[in-house]
């Protein structure tokens, strides 16, 4: 691993940076200027479908299944690592940087996983309706296909997967900061939460959900940058 890779390696281990109120304004005003990328046919048909099943408003229960479904790359991808080292374990030291890839995807759920353990907490002390089929058997069965599909875009051809979960990053950013612009209220409500020792503490519900939207930015870079890298170093 050259230089630049094993900086890039850690900065994922370590997760995207936690920025200060006046970064995650800028963070979101970046993001809002800035055009969508044109989605890919994949991409497109999951959030159409999101748009039907959910409707077009955006609310926490939305967006709880957008973090259900935005674990589940990294999942697919830890996996076919994982069996790409039972296949080449004898040759320990490319087994070595494919494992480094293996820690790089858990690293990418867990921060995920925050996200989704802050809304979730979130709709339960708002006590926001969380029908048992919308809210939790579809997410199931959206997330069950969406592992499938990027397991075999990924042994397919990796960059593919790649692609795909860029196209669903790049929609969760938009989509956080746009949520952030229609709360003004948010501003002022704080953000308290089971999860603030883990995932960070900030002044306000806004500034959380700003973050997270950068969080999701840091994770289309990151899937975007993979496409120069070697499938298995
Ligand atoms: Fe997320
Ligand atoms: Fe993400």
Redesign the pocket.
């Known amino acids: 691993m050259s230089d630049p890779q094993r900086l890039q390696h850690l900065a994922i281990l370590a997760g995207p940076p936690k920025l200060s109120h006046d970064e995650l304004l800028a963070a979101q005003k970046e993001t809002l200027d800035r055009p969508r990328r044109p989605y890919g046919r994949a991409a497109s048909l999951l959030f159409n479908a999101l748009d039907t099943v959910y409707g077009r408003e955006r609310t926490l229960g939305k967006f709880k299944v957008?973090?259900l479904v935005?674990r589940v790359p990294y999942q697919s991808w830890e996996q076919v690592a994982y069996v790409a080292i039972t296949h080449i374990h004898e040759k320990t030291g490319m087994a070595r940087r494919i494992y480094e890839r293996v820690a790089e995807s858990r690293a990418q759920q867990d921060?995920?996983q925050w996200?989704?353990l802050i809304i979730q907490e979130m709709i339960d002390n708002a006590r926001l309706e969380d029908g048992r089929i919308k809210f939790f058997w579809i997410p199931q069965m959206l997330a069950w296909g969406y592992y499938q599909l990027s397991w075999f875009l990924f042994v397919l051809r990796p960059d593919w997967s790649y692609l795909l979960n860029a196209d669903f990053e790049d929609h969760?950013e938009h989509e956080y900061m746009e949520l952030v612009a229609e709360h003004p209220e948010w501003e002022h409500t704080p953000f308290i939460s089971e999860f603030a020792d883990d995932y960070g503490h900030f002044d306000s519900r806004a500034d959380l959900f700003r973050q997270?939207g950068h969080?999701?930015r840091v994770?289309k870079i990151e899937s975007l940058n993979r496409l120069k890298r070697p499938r298995f170093p």
């Open positions: 957008l973090e935005a921060n995920e996200h989704l969760a997270i969080d999701e994770h």
